[in-house]
């Protein structure tokens, strides 16, 4: 089973439905958070991903994990990386903003597909790393 480490942007952009007027990216997107209930997908997020999206939903990084990650921890398809500092310290040599080169490294650790929409700023990283980014609709 292939894993991916989905960014902050994606679960934001469907979640929140910023994605819908693009509807097919839209559709795409939540099949794919879909193929990780169907076993397609093993999902991979960091408990950086939950600081951000609690950060921009204005609740508790626990209220995130259990109202938005609960179906796919009890069916164990979800693992959260704790962010180390030797994580971090090998993100400085990465060459984009310092949250986007953790993800990187995570993602790569974990042997996962970066998935994101936001290809542009992890372009460079991702060519550094050896790291597959990929957009959502490319996985479904």
């Avoid at 398809?77 to 090998?90: F, G, R, W, Y």
Wanted: one cysteine or more.
């Amino acid at each position: 089973m292939n894993r991916i480490y989905v960014d902050t942007d994606v679960f934001l952009n469907t979640w929140f439905r910023e994605m819908l007027k693009f509807n097919p990216a839209f559709y795409r997107t939540e099949r794919l958070l879909e193929k990780v209930v169907e076993c397609t997908y093993y999902l991979v997020i960091s408990n950086l991903t939950l600081k951000e999206l609690s950060k921009k939903m204005s609740l508790s990084t626990n209220d995130v994990k259990a109202f938005y990650f609960e179906k796919y921890e009890q069916m164990g398809k979800l693992s959260v990386v704790k962010v180390t500092q030797p994580m971090i310290d090998q993100a400085r040599g990465v060459p984009t903003h310092l949250t986007d080169a953790v993800h990187a490294v995570v993602a790569k650790q974990e042997n996962a597909i970066l998935v994101t929409r936001n290809i542009k700023d992890f372009r460079r990283a991702a060519k550094k790393l050896g790291l597959r980014v990929a957009r959502p609709e490319e996985l479904t």
